[in-house]
């Protein structure tokens, strides 16, 4: 993924998916688009600071890291 741009699909991807609210956005897509914009950080998603769902959020940041200019 070197050469190409993420989507707001590969953040979704790895995301809870349960829409749950906590981060303030009214659903996990829209909270994958405040990531890739950088107008949200990954700790604003609870389920992501649970221990079960570490390997989640690492790629995520390896994803928001690879997408860095």
Do not use: H, W
């Amino acid at each position: 993924m070197s050469d190409q741009k993420i989507s707001v699909f590969d953040i979704y991807e790895y995301l809870p998916q349960t829409s749950c609210k906590n981060c303030g956005e009214y659903n996990c897509m829209a909270f994958a688009e405040k990531l890739l914009q950088r107008k949200k950080n990954i700790g604003a998603c609870s389920a992501l600071r649970i221990a079960i769902n570490e390997d989640k959020r690492k790629e995520i940041q390896k994803l928001m890291e690879e997408n860095m200019d």
